[in-house]
C-alpha cells in the first residue's frame, strides 16, 4: 500500500507577517508542480491569513498548530476551530509535545480536540512521542500505545480517515539528535499496530504516520525513505524555503 507522504512545517513562535509573506513567495516557485507528496505549513494563528493568502490557489495547504476543543467561549489566548475554517485554515496540529509539556496537555484533552477537529472537517496532526527517561527505562512502546488509545477514544473507524499522526520522540526535537530510520520504523510500526487493534487493519494500513525530530536535508532521504514513515514534520529546519524545499524534495 502507497501512502502519499505528507511533509510538514511547523513554525512553532517564530516569524513576523511579513517573514512569513517572504517564506510562502519565495517557497512556492520552488516546490510548484510537486505533486508526489502533500505540503503542509503550520504557522502561529496570527500569521494565518498571511499565509493562507500568500498559499492561496497553491498545492501547498495551511493550518493551525494547536485548537480549543470547545467551538466557542470564555478561553482566554485560545483558538477556535470555527475561527481556523473561517480564515481557510484546513489543518490543525494536535497534542505537540511542547504543548503537553509546557501547557499541561493530557492525552484526555487531545482526544477532545481530536473530536473537534473531525467534527468540523479539519485535518488533524496527532503528535505522540516518549521522552529520554521513558526511552531509557524500556517504555518507548507502552508509552506509544497510552497515548494513542487516550488520543483515539471514542473515534469510529468510519471518522478515522482524516488523521494522520505524528511520531516525534521528545528527545530529538530541537536537539539535533535524529533517530536513527530504524529506530523510528520501529515505533511506527509499534503505532501502526496499535491502531490496527483500536480501529482495525484497513484504518491502519491507510493511516499516515509522520516522524519529527531533528529531521534535516541531509536525513530526510534516508527517513521517509523508509517504508513505515510516510511523510515528516519539521521544525527548525522548515523555517527557510530552501532547506524546507530540500526536505521536501528528499
Ligand atoms: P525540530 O525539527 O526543530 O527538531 O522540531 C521538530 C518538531 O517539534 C516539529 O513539530
Known amino acids: 500500500m502507497s501512502r502519499k507522504a ?3 512545517a511547523n513554525w512553532k513562535m517564530y516569524k513576523t507577517p511579513a ?16 505533486t508526489r507528496d502533500e505540503i503542509a505549513l503550520f504557522p502561529s494563528p496570527v500569521l494565518l491569513p498571511t499565509v493562507i493568502a500568500a498559499a492561496k490557489g497553491s498545492n501547498v495547504s495551511v493550518g493551525c498548530q494547536n485548537i480549543h476543543f470547545a467551538e466557542e ?3 482566554t489566548g485560545e483558538t477556535s476551530i470555527g475561527q481556523l475554517k473561517a480564515v ?3 489543518h490543525t496540529l494536535i497534542g505537540h509535545s511542547e504543548r503537553r509539556q509546557y501547557f499541561a ?6 482526544n477532545k480536540k481530536l473530536h473537534t477537529a473531525l467534527k468540523h472537517g479539519i485535518g488533524p496532526v496527532v503528535c505522540i512521542g516518549e521522552v529520554l527517561a521513558e526511552r531509557e527505562a524500556g517504555l518507548t512502546a507502552d508509552v506509544l500505545k497510552t497515548q494513542i488509545a487516550g488520543a483515539f477514544a471514542g473515534i469510529t473507524p468510519e471518522a478515522a480517515g482524516p488523521i494522520v499522526i ?3 520522540p521528545v528527545w530529538a526535537i530541537g536537539t539535533g539528535k535524529t533517530a536513527t530510520p530504524e529506530m523510528a520504523a520501529d515505533a511506527h510500526r509499534i503505532i501502526r499496530a496499535e491502531v490496527a487493534k483500536l480501529l482495525g487493519a484497513d484504518v491502519a494500513v491507510a493511516i ?8 534535516k536535508p541531509d536525513n530526510a532521504t534516508s527517513l521517509i525513505g523508509q517504508e513505515e514513515i510516510d511523510g515528516a514534520l519539521v521544525g527548525g529546519a522548515s523555517l527557510k524555503p530552501d532547506s524546507f524545499t530540500a526536505i521536501v524534495k528528499y
Do not use: N, Q
Not at 496537555?105 to 487531545?110: A, H, K, L, N, W
Not at 499516515?208 to 529531521?215: D, E, M, N, P, T
Open 6 to 8: 505528507l511533509i510538514a
Open 19 to 34: 517573514e512569513a509573506k517572504a517564506f510562502v513567495d519565495a517557497f512556492l516557485p520552488l516546490v510548484a508542480g510537486h
Open 73 to 75: 467561549g470564555a478561553y
Open 88 to 90: 481557510g485554515g484546513t
Open 105 to 110: 496537555e493530557t492525552d484526555e484533552i487531545v
Open 166 to 168: 505524528a511520531y516525534e
Open 208 to 215: 499516515r504516520i509522520l516522524y519529527g525530530g531533528s529531521v
